[in-house]
Nanobody
Framework: VQLQASGGGLVQPGGSLRLSCAAS????????MGWYRQAPGKQRELVAT???????IYADSVKGRFTISRDNTKNTAYLQMNSLKPEDTAVYYC????????????????WGQGTLVTVSS
């Protein structure tokens, strides 16, 4: 199983970016999908998560600016980031809990490789 994150880049304050996270490989089902970020010198933190039923959780720092969504037919999650601030600068990692086989009920946690978001003028 692989998670491929994309969509990062350089954007000015107040701008927008859309991140994508596509899961591929031996996938039976996907439970939660989410985005985390890690700024230089800081610990990795939760940004947003979404269940396979569409229930969402956001960090307080991004509420009202970021929107997480997913397309279950494509095994892909998205993070629409609006009104970006310099403090949003970080490497963004996608995460998913994936069941890889119909013979096992275990969900394994997978991480994508990270995509860099830089908010600067």
């Amino acid at each position: 199983v692989q998670l491929q994150a994309s969509g990062g880049g350089l954007v000015q304050p107040g701008g927008s970016l859309r991140l994508s996270c596509a899961a591929s490989g031996s996938i039976f089902s996907i439970n939660d999908m989410g985005w985390y970020r890690q700024a230089p010198g800081k610990q990795r933190e939760l940004v947003a998560t979404i269940t396979n039923g569409g229930r969402t959780i956001y960090a307080d720092s991004v509420k009202g600016r970021f929107t997480i969504s997913r397309d279950n037919t494509k095994n892909t999650a998205y993070l629409q980031m609006n009104s970006l601030k310099p403090e949003d600068t970080a490497v963004y990692y996608c995460n998913a809990r994936i069941r890889t086989s119909h013979t096992s009920a275990v969900f394994y946690q997978y991480w994508g490789q990270g995509t860099l978001v830089t908010v600067s003028s």
